[in-house]
Structure formats: structure tokens, C-alpha cells
């Protein structure tokens, strides 16, 4: 099993969906959650980071952490074609001095 | 803020000669570097983890010799692939953490290296 499973999609949405991108991952010692976007041909993109469990929103993305299940999700809301990207979950521990591990990443196609 | 560069965009080399791929944080300092392959469609595979001033650690499987990192300052990490192979084409994507932040880890745009 690998420490962080993401499924690669693609995952096709109209203009509009609200899109859930998940996680799961089985170290419990993980503390830090980030999503990352990243376009064909470009280097990811911080999206946004979360510590321990919780909500954080920022505009039409919100990104949830459910440790108890160790369970991750990327919310973006009125999805727009320029959102189709593939997403990546990172997450950190401080025993690997914070090297996040990644998940494969989804790729997501929003069509107009 | 929180930009990194990496030169060159892309290259193509032939077989045997060597090439060097640049990584800089434009707008801040970073105690540490790491440099990732990723092939089409896979994932990020982290390849070493480079602090200032220190020899890089590298990941399992990844060849030191071939593959000489080089941090020299708190903005500029180097990643030099050396006798190149077809089998090195692949996307380098270098980044760097903000000092004293653990999880602010940002990328470079990527390198597209082609070995004929």
C-alpha cells in the first residue's frame, strides 16, 4: 500500500460542477496537507495547506483534512475550464523533517 | 512572491555530454532545495534534498555520480546530469522550501531534458 493514494481520474465535469479531488493516506504522523496544481509542461503550483485536521477556504477552493479517517479533499466550486490542470495532495510529517509526499495527482477536465 | 526560476526551459543534448539545469528563489531564502523527475502522467519522484552549504541526500536508486546536486547558496541550487543517456529524457521540476516554514515548498516551472 502506498503512503498516499490519490486517484489519477481524468475526471470530466461540465462548467459550473462543484469538483471533490481526494486522498487518503495511511501515516498517521502526517501534519501537513497541501494541494498543488499543476499544468501540462509547468512545475506545481501551491494551492493551499492545512495543518492537523479542519476546513480552509480560500475563493472557490476549499480543502478539508479528516485525520480520524485519513482522509483529504479538495473542494472547487464553480468549476471554470482554466481549472483543468492535474491536482496533486502532498502531506508532511516532522519525523521526515517535512519532505512532503506526494499522490500521483487527478487529473481534472472542466469542458465548457 | 515565492517564485522559482529554472533555466533552461528545456534542452536537448546528445548522448555522452553533460548538462547542467539551474534552480533560483527569486524573492526569498531557501535553506533547501530538492529536485523531482516526473514522467508523463506519474507523479513527482524525488531524486535528493539539498541544504545550503551541504552535500545532497539522495533518494534510493538515484545515482550520486550521475546526478551531482550542488547547493551553493540560499538562492541557487544546481543539478548537473552528467554523461547523459537517452533514459535521462524525462522533466526535472526543482523547488525550494521557505526558510523556517516547513510546508511552504514552491516549484520551478521545469526543465525538459532530451538526450539523442
Known amino acids: 500500500q502506498k503512503e498516499v493514494e490519490q486517484d489519477p481520474g481524468p475526471l470530466s465535469v461540465p462548467e459550473g460542477a462543484i469538483v471533490s479531488l481526494n486522498c487518503t493516506y495511511s501515516?498517521?504522523?502526517?501534519?501537513?496537507f497541501m494541494w498543488y496544481r499543476q499544468y501540462s509542461r509547468k512545475g506545481p503550483e501551491l494551492l493551499m495547506y492545512?495543518?492537523?485536521?479542519g476546513n480552509k477556504e480560500d475563493g472557490r477552493f476549499t480543502a478539508q483534512v479528516d485525520k480520524s479517517s485519513k482522509y483529504i479533499s479538495l473542494f472547487i466550486r464553480d468549476s471554470q475550464p482554466s481549472d483543468s490542470a492535474t491536482y496533486l495532495c502532498?502531506?508532511?510529517?516532522?519525523?521526515?523533517?517535512?519532505?512532503?509526499?506526494f499522490g500521483r495527482g487527478t487529473s481534472l477536465i472542466v469542458h465548457p | 512572491g515565492a517564485v522559482v526560476s529554472q533555466h533552461p526551459s528545456w534542452v536537448i543534448c546528445k548522448s555522452g555530454t553533460s548538462v547542467k539545469i539551474e534552480c533560483r528563489s527569486l524573492?526569498?531564502?531557501?535553506?533547501?532545495m530538492f529536485w523531482y523527475r516526473q514522467f508523463p502522467k506519474q507523479s513527482l519522484m524525488l531524486m535528493a534534498t539539498?541544504?545550503?552549504?551541504?552535500?545532497?541526500?539522495?533518494e534510493q536508486g538515484v545515482e550520486k555520480d550521475k546526478f551531482l546536486i550542488n547547493h551553493a547558496s540560499l538562492t541557487l541550487s544546481t543539478l548537473t546530469v552528467t554523461s547523459a543517456h537517452p533514459e535521462d529524457s524525462s522533466f526535472y521540476i526543482c523547488?525550494?522550501?521557505?526558510?523556517?516554514?516547513?510546508?511552504?515548498?514552491?516549484f520551478g516551472p521545469g526543465t525538459r531534458l532530451t538526450v539523442t
Open positions: 492545512t495543518y492537523s485536521s
Open positions: 524573492d526569498f531564502q531557501a535553506t533547501t
Open positions: 523547488s525550494a522550501r521557505v526558510r523556517g516554514i516547513a510546508y511552504e515548498q514552491y
Open positions: 539539498s541544504n545550503e552549504g551541504s552535500k545532497a541526500t539522495y
Open positions: 502532498a502531506m508532511s510529517a516532522p519525523g521526515g523533517s517535512y519532505i512532503p509526499t
Open positions: 501515516n498517521s504522523a502526517f501534519q501537513y
